[in-house]
Structures are given as C-alpha cells and as structure tokens.
C-alpha cells in the first residue's frame, strides 16, 4: 500500500509553529503524519546523558532494543550512538550493559 | 430472501424492522456489528437470515453488548469501511459514551434506532426518549412516520453522513412496536439504485496500513476547542446537503422528503408540530379538524439534528399559536426536546406563534384521535395567554 | 491456518538485522524516563512490517504519552477509542479489513495489535476482551501491565499485587494495602482456548518479541501479558526498570510461558531455568522490599506475617505452573 494523503514534513512543521486553528486542522482529529513527536525535543528533559566507551562495547545490541525513547541508534560498527536529543537519562541502558560500556554523566558540568 | 422486485410500483409488505433490514441488505455494507434489544431485534435477525443466506457480502459482527457494537463500528469505519447498526432504548444509552467518539471521529456510521422508552421503569414500548437525548453528540438525527420512510431513510443517512463536508455518522428513528412491528407496503429499492444514488465511501485518513495516520489523540486545552468547532461546521454544512439529498431523492423515487414537512398548513391559524409515528395519527386528525371547518395544520420535523429552525421559523410565520407534542422526556427543564429547541430557536423571529407543549404516547401508551383533539382545544383555549401555560402530560391518570 | 507445531519454531530476524530497521514509534513521547512501556511497544512493532500493520490503543500511560495532539510517536497506522474498548474496536477493524480484502480493496489482512494497560483491561476492558477472544478475530491483545491505573495517578486495579500501596488501596494504620491477590488474566484469555496466550517481559526482550511474532502468526487470536514496571508507582530509581522486571522473573512472581490451544503449557527459558534449578528462585522478599509500594510491610516494623503469605501464594502458584507444563 501506498502512503496516502499525509501531510508533509514542512506542513507539519508549519502546523506545530503556527498552531493550526479550525481552518486547516485536519478533519476528525487525525494526525496524518508519522512520528510527529520527533518535533519534541525530550531531551531537554535531564542533564543526564548515556555515554558510551566504545572499546568496551562488545556489541550484544541489549541498549538498542531496550531505549524506551528510540534514542539509541547503532553504526556501522555495530556500536550505540546516542541521539541526545531525546535521551531522557534514565539510565536504564548503563544499569542493563553487560560489559559496563555505558555511563550516565551530567552533561550540564 | 431480500425483499425486492422488479415491477414498478409493487409494494411488499413489511414490518419497519424488516423494512430498515432491507434497506440495509440491499445497501450491503461492508460491516454490520450489533447486539439485540427490543424491538430492534427484528432488524438484526433479519439482516442475519441475509448473512446467512449469502445475499449481502457483510462482515457481521455478533459483539457482546451495545457499547461493543458502537466500538466496533467505529473501529470498522476508521478504516474507511461503510458500516451499519441499529439498537434501542438501553442500548443507545449504553454506547453513549462512543457516540461522542463516532461523530468527533467525523464516521459516518448509521445508526437505526428502534425507539422504545428507557429504564425506569423498565418498559419496552414506543417513545423517542431514547434517540432526543442523544441530540448533544453530534450525531444527524432524524425520525421516521412509517415502515416507508424507514426504508427511504437508511439510504438518506448513508448519502448523507458520507458527503465529505458533512462526515458525520447519522441516527434515523422508528416508533418501538408502532412502526418497527407493524405490517405496512414499502415500495422497495434495488442494488442498481444503490450504484446511482450512492457512490463509495471516500474518507480522508483511513486508518489502513501502509498510510501512517493517527487518531483519537489526547487533545489539550489549546486544541481541544479547534477540533470541536469542526463537528459544529459540519452540522452547518448538513443544513446545505440535505434538502439536495432529499431532493435527489425525490426526483428518482418520487418521495419527497423534508428537513420539516409541512401537512396543510395554508391559511392555519394553528398548528401541530410532532415528530416520527405520531406525526402520522396527527395527519389524520389534521384532515378531520378541517373538514369540521378548522383553520389547522401540522409540522412534520423530520430532521431533529441539525434542528431546522430555519424552515420551521418560515412555516410557523403567520401561525398564531403551536401545539408541539413531544413523544419523550426531559425533567425539571423548559420542556421536552421539541418543545425546548423550537421554541428556544424561534424566540429571536419578529413573526413568530405561541408555543404550547404537550407530552403523549409515554412509554408506548397509545394517543387516540380524543387526545389529539382535546390538544387542539388546549391551544385555542391558551391562545392569547399572558402567563405561561405548564406543559401538559396527555392522558395521565391521576 | 498455521498449526500449533509451526508456531512453536516461530523465528525472528537475528539482532543485527533488527537493528537496522527503523522504529515504528518514533522518540520525543512523553512517556516518564525509565518507562518500559516505551521498550515494549518498540519491540513489538519491530517484529511487524511497518507497510503491513495497525496498532489500536486503550487509554492509559502509553497511548496518553505517545499522541499528544499534534505530536505522535507512532510511525505505523494508530487509532484510539477509548478506555475499556479496544478489542471491540479492533474488531470492527479487522471485520473491515476482511471486507476489503474480500472486496480486492487490500490485498490481504495486516497484522493487528490491541494495545491495552492492566487499566483498560483487567477490570472494565474484560468483557470487550472477552467478546473479541470468543468471537475469534485476527489480532493480538497486548496487554501491558504495570499493575494499577497508573495513568489517573495510581489506582488500584484487578492487577495490583496483593498487598501492594496504591491510592485507593492505600497501606494504612490498619489495612496493609489492597488485600486481594491479582486477577489471573492469563488463565482467562486462555480459558477462551484461543491457538496462544504468553507472558512476556523486557527483562527478556527477544523472547518478548518472538512471542509477539508468533502472536501475529495466530490466525485468530492471540494474548500476551507483559510485565512493565513503573518506577513512579511501584517507587523505585527508574534506571531499574528491567531490574525489577528480571526479579520478577527470578521470584517467580512474574513467570515467564506460553499456552498452546488453551492446555499445552510451556515455561520460557529464563523460568525453565529455575525450575530446572529451584535454587535460582529468589525469595519474594527480594521483590518486595526494593519497591515502595510495599515499604510498610518494611516499616516500621518488618511484617513477616504478610511476606509470609505473598511468599505462599507466589510458591503455590508456581508449583501449579509447573505442574501444568508438566515438570
């Protein structure tokens, strides 16, 4: 199936900047656009960010699956990048890392 | 077997029930989700010896209780699908809750409603109660005379509700007993009329995969009001499509239906005004009154939502005072739901009768030609009043 | 119609593969940090073909903090209803979706997957669960549970451990919290016989996403209750969150396993393991006394009467588990 009658990424963005009234505000309540949310920054949400130690990555993939917030993504390498702007800190993927290549750090200092 | 036929102007006989089934059958919807009440059941029963039988090419859905069906519904109308129901009385009030939903959804789904009174206490007769107190969700509303018009009407509502600037769903009304089990001649409509009068449904963001739409989201306070005053846009784009839809109608059938039917209303004086089966018994009497010489007519309201104030507004001009006669309730407020939105909405017209309210035909109790005769009465006789007049209950024992 | 035997050897992609797919629920949800539900809703649509799904959604925590109007983390087809409803409303949509493919309109069923908190299902979400499970519709009933209504602020529900502090069963001077053990869901949903029911757990993420899979497989029904820990209402440090998940595992208190046609039982590796080696099963105290919900059975004084009873309880039903996989 084909995408069908979604808004365009620079509607979207026109949409959330100008806050649409009745006029444009697309019939029903529908939001026809995916992941929307990416325009919400949640990383602002805390100072605390994962870090991670590359050389002791054993790239067993365990952060990826378990980020809450599709905030880790892995390279080519298979590695973890952290995407900081929706890391919410919570530590989950340092507490979870079998090889302790994670560490949660205030990146406010 | 579907009740069809190819000699025109045959009529068969059916129940209002069946009538409305096989409207539905002959419109095959893609979905039909429902649960029995009565005197709705008929409607479902029938419409399953259709399933059964293989004529309609409908997924039917046996839920597990009036609010399933309603959810249901909605969930099959998201994805763009045509879908039906029908129910009555606690059933309606027990989807109430997602009657809101369907109609700020904007899906056009259709609703037969077999209107029956609602608890307590418990009674099973004809009275519009159950549908007049859904007149706040959104929903078209619309009432039914006979097994005919029924009939006619759930074809209306699917062409209505789906005309994209309306989208909305629609809830059409017959009299519990009065009209959903008694024998009466429909003239029935075909498959190939249902190709012309009403094309496929076309919805904007339909919830199918492949096309990455959400819905039903939480909407706060700073969009909230934005996404409502939609539905209200959509109502007033209602007032615009239905007389058309009505007309079209007409031109092909020869049925002419109205927002507000307007039954021997030239030169009245006085008027009736009533909506669905008692609007039939009032036509009767209107005929006797002239004959007898009165200066009397009646309102038929057909449409209840949107309310017709317009056309009412326009037919009661030179009419020097009403009798509306409410077939439901509402306690403790200005009046019944007829009374209260016509005469609410005709208080801003310079040219404009007194309204009188009566409330009969409670809980199927049956109104006779006496009744209807002692209203007219009651309005000659509070004509000219200066005080309010209470609204009367017909019939009520002491 | 896939056979019993088929589903068992259900495969997903290898990690390295699933890696590079793109998430079905995008970032920036509001979601609290440390919330699981996050975790399990991306796994689950990871095993999905995003061009050949749709999601429908009870209220609760994950729908509320994932569709803030305008903003939406889902990047597949979604729609919410409301509370109590979603398998009523799933089922409309997939009667629909066989009409359409019947009709040529789609070219065939996608998966469906009902979404619903301990909340929307437990209690008032039952009999539309119910309904849709007898009636044999093409979806899978997630259910998340976090053991309470959490997204009103906490409430108790038909799935709060017993014993446990929520805000209409608070632990007072005289009543230690709710008093009933939970509902066993997963023995409902399989009293319906429906081809599969599992439990699942982020503390064990591919035997979560497999079990969806095979869920997804079913041609009918399908259940899966998922453990989700909440680090605001079962106060705990929220980097904890699969901690907590992994004693639930290893009390035995949250056991991991799947039912085949409503009667064939099978333990999932990680409690197959203990009951290979009941050494490894861990002492209910250990689950209780690391979240706050159950800090007055801690203090003021240590309430070994009550850990006593949970304890008896947890084993009771533990030993009926195995009894039915036949261990």
């Given amino acids: 199936m084909t995408k069908q009658n979604t808004l365009s990424e620079k509607e979207m963005k026109e949409w959330i900047a100008e806050k649409w009234g009745y006029e444009k505000l697309p019939i029903g309540g529908s939001v026809p656009y995916a992941g929307s949310s990416e325009f919400f920054k949640t990383g602002d949400w805390s100072a605390f960010k994962a870090v991670v130690d590359r050389e002791k990555c054993t790239k067993c993939t365990t952060c990826f699956f378990l980020c809450p917030d599709s905030a880790i993504e892995m390279d080519e390498e298979e590695i973890p990048v952290m995407n900081f702007d929706y890391c919410k800190g919570c530590g989950i993927c340092a507490q979870e890392c079998p090889s302790d290549a994670i560490e949660m750090k205030d990146m406010s200092q | 077997m579907t009740k069809t036929t190819t000699k025109p102007g045959k009529r068969i006989g059916m129940t209002g029930d069946e009538a409305v089934a096989n409207a539905a059958a002959v419109i095959n919807p893609d979905v039909v989700a429902a649960y029995p009440i009565t005197p709705q059941t008929i409607i479902v029963e029938h419409f399953s010896d259709f399933v059964a039988n293989g004529e309609v090419d409908t997924e039917y859905v046996c839920v597990e209780s009036e609010h399933s069906a309603m959810s249901a519904c909605v969930g099959a109308s998201v994805t763009g699908a045509r879908v039906f129901t029908a129910s009555a009385s606690q059933g309606v009030a027990l989807m109430y809750e997602i009657l809101f939903i369907a109609a700020a959804s904007r899906l056009p789904i259709v609703m037969a409603v077999a209107n029956r009174a609602l608890s307590g206490p418990i009674n099973i007769h004809g009275e519009l109660t159950d549908q007049t107190v859904c007149r706040d969700t959104g929903w078209i509303s619309m009432f039914s005379e006979s097994a005919q018009e029924a009939y006619d009407t759930t074809f209306l509502s699917f062409k209505i509700g789906e005309t994209p600037e309306v989208s909305l769903p629609v809830m059409f009304g017959l009299d519990g007993f009065i009209l959903t089990h008694a024998l009466e001649g429909v003239h029935p409509l075909d498959r190939d009329f249902v190709k012309a009068f009403l094309p496929d449904r076309v919805m904007k963001y339909p919830t199918i995969p492949g096309n990455p739409v959400s819905s039903g989201l939480l909407a706060l306070p700073d969009y909230y009001m934005e996404v409502k005053y939609q539905q209200e846009l959509a109502m007033t784009a209602a007032r615009k499509v239905m007389p058309k839809v009505f007309k079209e109608f007409g031109e092909i059938t020869g049925r002419n239906y109205k927002m507000v039917e307007e039954y021997k209303m030239d030169g009245a004086e006085t008027a009736f005004v009533t909506m669905g089966a008692l609007a039939g018994s009032t036509k009767y009497v209107v005929d006797k009154l002239r004959s007898e010489g009165q200066k009397v007519g009646m309102l038929k309201v057909k449409t209840f939502r949107p309310f017709p104030d317009e056309e009412i507004a326009k037919a009661l001009k030179n009419v020097e005072a009403v009798g509306v006669i409410d077939r439901d309730l509402t306690f403790g407020s200005p009046g019944p739901a007829l009374y209260s939105d016509l005469k609410a909405s005709l208080y801003d017209y310079k040219d404009r009768p007194q309204v009188f309210g009566f409330v009969a035909g409670i809980g199927g109790r049956d109104v006779d030609v006496k009744e209807y005769e002692y209203v007219y009465k009651q309005v000659l006789k509070h004509k000219g009043a200066e005080k309010a007049v209470p609204i009367e209950w017909i019939g009520l024992r002491k | ?327």
């Fill in chain 3, 1 to 327: 119609m896939v056979s019993t035997e088929e589903l068992k050897n259900v495969k997903i992609p290898k990690a390295k593969d699933l890696i590079r797919e793109k998430n079905r629920l995008a970032p920036g949800h509001r979601l609290c940090p440390g919330c699981t539900a996050g975790t399990i809703a991306r796994c689950a649509t990871l095993v999905t073909d995003p061009e050949n799904v749709t999601v429908f959604h009870a209220t609760g925590c994950m729908e509320v903090a994932t569709t803030i109007y305008p903003f939406t983390a889902w990047r597949v087809p979604w729609f919410h209803n409301a509370f109590e409803n979603v398998a009523a409303t799933a089922s409309g949509a997939e009667a629909a979706y066989r009409a359409m493919v019947r009709k040529g309109k789609l070219e065939k069923m996608p998966d469906i997957i009902a979404f619903a908190g301990d909340g929307g299902t437990y209690d008032i979400g039952l009999q539309s669960l119910s309904g849709a499970l007898e009636r044999g519709h093409d979806f899978v009933y997630i259910c998340y549970t976090n053991g309470a209504y959490m997204n009103t602020g906490i409430q108790r529900s038909g799935g709060t451990p017993m014993y446990a502090a929520t805000t209409t069963s608070p632990a007072g001077s005289v009543i230690p919290g709710k008093m009933q053990w939970r509902k066993d869901l997963v023995a409902i949903a399989a009293a319906h016989k429906v081809q599969y029911v599992a439990t699942a757990s982020p503390a064990a993420h591919r035997d979560m996403m497999t079990k969806v899979r095979k869920a997804l497989d079913v041609d009918g029904p399908a259940f899966i209750l998922v453990d989700m820990p909440c680090p605001r209402g079962w106060r705990f440090p929220e980097e904890l969150s699969v901690q907590v998940a992994q004693q639930g595992i290893d009390t035995c208190y949250f056991p991991l396993y799947e039912i085949y046609d409503g009667r064939e039982y099978v333990l999932s590796a990680k409690s197959k393991a203990i009951a290979n080696k009941p050494e490894r099963k861990l002492p209910i105290e250990e689950y209780l006394k690391g979240q706050g919900r159950f800090r007055h059975l801690f203090k003021p004084q240590k309430r070994d009467d009550l850990i006593a009873q949970f304890q008896a309880a947890v084993d009771q039903e533990w030993d009926y588990l195995q009894k039915l996989c036949n261990l």
